[in-house]
């Protein structure tokens, strides 16, 4: 909850730095911010990375087709003030003399690993999300500052009192529903997948219908024996799991983990895995269990009932909660004032967020349904 709310302050606030270029320089500005520019190719970087990674791109609109449009407008909106916003607290970063050092890089690093649980979970989510880990750094160096910054700006400090409240008003949040922890094997296996494969190479393009079916079942048959094999081995000695696991599951960020996939709600699964997971007893391993992943061995390592959070355990992550709220007001309501005390020129006038706004009005006008664009995506 800590990391979350903390990259919330600097999305709503700030650019992120992987978005920005380095090294500003003074020709071809769009905006000056206190006589420091903004120039169009940072503008275009950042335009562009926000775009290429929105639910709209997604969706395969492509917002950079038309600059007229509103989709687009409303970001340039969004992209230009975000620039405005880091330029104004770059300049308050140096004003200040605040940098961030290797042992705060550090220390924010290791907070936030712990709270995903393993480097290699972490390292496997900046995958999912194509982020690379110099544009990781970037980001985080920006959010130290941040935070350096929100506590030279205001002492916020949460109680017992006030976390207690919240967990009274929010009892909700703090249900649980049973829980299973288990580890799985995965021979990968999808008849789907495997006919594409297979149709796609050199000896299945001159294949009939009935001979490429036929080689998928044989190859689906392949992976059924692979699975068995390694069920038989893991039933002689269960202690092997992890190790066997590791070196054959085919779910591989698990696989790092010795198979081991945490904790889970039934409806975290697919239905054939939760079946099978949450009928089983703890330190039990399952027979091969079918899912449209392939085929899987599972083994249960303990279980959770139903039931809510104590306040103890959930007191701390309820005040870093909290805590972090209100920094982001502090830092909310500072940046406001950057903003109305900054000398802001639009030496390109198609940059003004007036300018932005009243052509988003006035297209609105036209179509109504643009003030839900997502909404009118979908349909």
């Not at 949040?173 to 008849?191: E, G, M, Q, T, Y």
């Not at 009928?279 to 279980?303: A, L, W």
Request: proline fraction near 3%; charge should be positive; aromatic fraction near 6%.
């Amino acid at each position: 909850m800590n990391l979350q709310k903390l990259k919330q302050c600097a999305t709503v606030v700030a650019a992120s730095t992987v978005l920005m270029l380095c090294g500003c320089v003074n020709h071809n500005a769009v905006v000056t911010v206190n006589g420091e520019a903004i120039t169009k190719a940072q503008y275009d970087k950042a335009f562009d990375a926000v775009a290429n990674n929105s639910m709209f791109s997604q969706m395969g609109i492509d917002l950079k087709k038309d600059p007229n449009s509103f989709l687009h407008l409303m970001l340039k909106d969004r992209v230009i003030n975000e620039l405005i916003v880091k330029e104004l607290l770059d300049q308050e970063f140096d004003k200040r003399h605040i940098k961030a050092s290797k042992e705060d890089m550090d220390k924010q690093l290791k907070i936030i690993i712990d709270k995903v649980g393993s480097k290699e979970k972490f390292n496997e989510l900046l995958k999912q999300n194509g982020v690379t880990s110099a544009q990781f750094k970037k980001d985080l160096t920006n959010e130290v500052k941040i935070q350096k910054l929100v506590d030279t700006l205001s002492v916020v400090s949460v109680s017992d009192k006030d976390a207690m409240k919240f967990y009274k008003e929010n009892a909700d949040k703090f249900k649980n529903p049973d829980k299973v922890r288990a580890s799985h094997i995965l021979v990968s296996a999808n008849p789907e997948e495997l006919k594409a494969k297979i149709s796609g190479s050199d000896k299945g393009k001159n294949m009939t219908d009935a001979q490429l079916s036929a080689e998928v079942n044989k190859q689906m048959d392949e992976q059924k024996a692979k699975a068995e094999k390694l069920l038989a081995e893991v039933k002689k000695d269960p202690k092997s799991f992890a190790k066997v696991a590791k070196e054959n599951s085919d779910d591989t960020q698990s696989a790092q983990m010795g198979g081991d996939l945490g904790f889970f709600a039934k409806e975290e699964m697919v239905e054939p895995f939760s079946k099978a997971a949450f009928s089983m007893k703890p330190n039990t391993i399952s027979g091969i269990v079918k899912t449209p992943y392939g085929y899987h061995i599972i083994m249960v390592t303990d279980r959770q009932k139903a039931g809510v959070e104590p306040f103890d355990k959930v007191k701390d992550e309820i005040k870093d909660f909290l805590t972090n709220q209100e920094k982001v007001k502090v830092l909310q309501q500072f940046v406001e004032t950057l903003k109305n005390n900054a000398k802001i020129e639009y030496n390109d006038p198609s940059f003004n967020p007036k300018e932005i706004q009243k052509a988003m009005k006035e297209q609105a006008k036209n179509n109504p349904a643009l003030m839900n664009p997502q909404k009118s995506a979908k349909e």
